[in-house]
DNA sequence: ATTATTTCCGTTACCGTGCACGGAATTCAA
DNA sequence: TTGAATTCCGTGCACGGTAACGGAAATAAT
């Protein structure tokens, strides 16, 4: 930390012969200020090589800046609920900052909510946006608003096609079938395995389980190739269709003892995995919501594969943080984050 | 956020009849207070709720404190690299606070230097300390000083009797052992199993591993309660002695296929591995140094049992830097991390 | 009782920015 | 030319805390 090195407002009103009222104008360029002490004074700031003080300035506005947090709606116990965790549990680090993260929420289906969450979002004037984003292009649309605002956004989970993000934080989406693969097997031959999936995934034209049912099947195709790999589609909202669909399909399978589904619902299939407890049978799912760390604990699931939502909100938030208060680039733009494998000797302390 | 609810020293200090300055010294304790005048500050806080302005504090200040870290010295590719690592990583972002965290640190063997490197960090007058202690009673002894002097401090990795420490993270060491054991039998019956041990930890009174052994050792008498558990003790100097122990133990169990070593130092077997490849092999270890997750890579070694140890001494700085900055005291105050499974299917996202 | 110490404590000048207020300089209208 | 309306710009206080300085009060020394 320099000593007498910086340069502060009062050093650029002396070399230019102006005031700090005029040099704190042109920074803020609220106006009332000439072209020709605009140009001087941003030529003294160039050359002067001035920074802002971030302390100074947070103390005499002794206001936080707001950071807009875009997710879908957190259904208690869904995997966004982990999501907005994260945030309240960054809020204490980040808001010493001057920061004060701020969720806005939309329907996860339904597009017109998030139009509505966005234009919500640009009202509060964030000086940074977080998103998990859903919707390709309206996304994309959303981002280019922000930068022609001038406002720093982060992705986290999945990223849209845009380039103009700060940064990016999630999980390696192929990788992780591939893992998921890995620990169905546990590195054995295994004779079958089925893939519990959504049904309105397949229809929708983004499944968002794409690229993770991809390394799935080829981890499968390359150290299991002899074994078949079935799908069997259920409706996360009918319990009983569920049961009555495992019911059918097992009937027609009923050694069939490896099981994995590659979104965060596992938690679906545990009624019935313990009503029909089969020791030998292993189940593989992802993330670590509530409901699926009680599964793992009680035995039922196997394992679960978890990116840690909490912590990629934190990484998100910090990384805007870094940008907003001192300007500082995050050192790589895409993150791929750490793949956690929970078992029931590992849960109790995640 | 209130509006106008913030208390300043000011405030306390009108309540209390006294000054600013007096407010200053009690909240720093930099003495020159009478015991009556400290109490009526300390009470005066608790009532009225009192919390410190950081940027105020960091402005007026414009200068920053230094936050001591006590570490055995890095030799490369080892463990305590990476809790070096950790403290680097931290750094960009905890500077922002105006905390300057700095290294000391001391031979593993060598008591009299660690005696060495705590009167350098004294000397350095810090605002908190973090110790990876290796040396029991030393470092109570060290802890006693640093609390005379009012100066926090947080131990990670792990923890002796201590009790006055503002917090502690580290890895459960008994359920990473059976953790450990889960991952070796990989949740099947295995014939029997090997732990390959250092040797001077058997004669030294503080073996590090010595929990971690007993959660190894409960999980096979519940779970392979007729596997034979071997061990073997080599001495990490002398690789060509691995070597000729390795060979000398196997010729006699040749068809011991479960090895693990409860430490950091798996990679010590690993060219004796490679030379005798075995796919049928299960090898598991601890630590993400970087000869291990090599041999992760390669597939010498199953799986690696991590605790993330720059995120260790992350959160140790940051929960100084909470109470330091806003007199915050952690949550919790000794903290069990997360134990992370690395397969070569996840290590390259680590 | 007086002087010398020590212990305590209040005063005050910053730290670097934000912003309101009012005044000078310039332009426009008459 | 003069008064009014605009532009521009400087001054000064506020933000909450830090720490040096010096002085008053309490205690010890003479």
Redesign the pocket.
């Known amino acids: 930390m320099a000593k007498k090195e910086?340069i502060?407002?009062?050093d650029i009103a002396r070399h230019t012969?102006?005031?700090?009222?005029?040099v704190?104008?042109v920074?803020?360029n609220r106006?009332?200020?000439?072209?020709?002490?605009h140009e001087k004074v941003m030529r003294a700031i160039e050359e002067l090589g001035?920074?802002?003080?971030v302390y100074?300035?947070l103390?005499?506005?002794?206001q936080d800046l707001t950071v807009g947090l875009l997710v879908p709606a957190a259904e208690p116990g869904s995997f966004w609920e982990l999501v907005s965790a994260g945030a309240g549990k960054t809020a204490g680090s980040v808001e010493t900052f001057g920061l004060s993260p701020r969720l806005f929420t939309y329907d996860q289906y339904d597009i017109d909510s998030f139009r509505d969450a966005c234009r919500q979002l640009l009202e509060a004037r964030p000086a940074g946006v977080v998103i998990a984003p859903l919707f390709q292009e309206e996304t994309n649309r959303f981002a280019r608003e922000l930068e022609s605002g001038g406002i720093p956004y982060v992705f986290i989970d999945s990223k849209p096609d845009t380039i103009g993000h700060l940064a990016y934080f999630g999980m390696p989406p192929y990788q992780s079938g591939y893992l998921c693969a890995d620990q169905l097997t546990g590195g054995q031959d295994i004779p079958s395995a089925l893939i519990v999936r959504i049904r309105r995934d397949r229809d929708s034209r983004s499944d968002p389980t794409l690229n993770r049912r991809a390394g799935f099947m080829d981890y499968m195709e390359q150290y299991c190739p002899e074994c078949p790999v079935f799908h069997l589609f259920i409706d996360p909202n009918d319990p009983a269709g569920i049961d009555r669909a495992l019911d059918a399909w097992f009937r027609l399978h009923p050694d069939v003892r490896h099981i994995v589904m590659l979104n965060s619902r596992i938690h679906l299939l545990v009624p019935w995995l313990e009503r029909h407890p089969d020791r030998r049978r292993r189940v593989v799912g992802f993330d670590n919501l509530r409901a699926n760390m009680d599964a793992l604990r009680r035995g039922t699931v196997t394992c679960l594969i978890a990116q840690h939502p909490e912590e990629q909100m934190r990484q998100a938030i910090e990384a805007l943080a870094d940008y907003i208060l001192r300007k500082k680039l995050p050192e790589n733009k895409d993150n791929f984050m750490h793949m956690d494998i929970l078992t029931r000797f590992n849960v109790d302390y995640y």
Chains 1, 2 share one sequence.
């Open positions: 910086t502060t407002i009062l012969g102006l005031s700090k009222g005029t704190d104008r920074l803020h106006g009332e200020v000439s072209k020709k002490s001035y920074e802002p003080n100074a300035s103390l005499a506005r002794s």
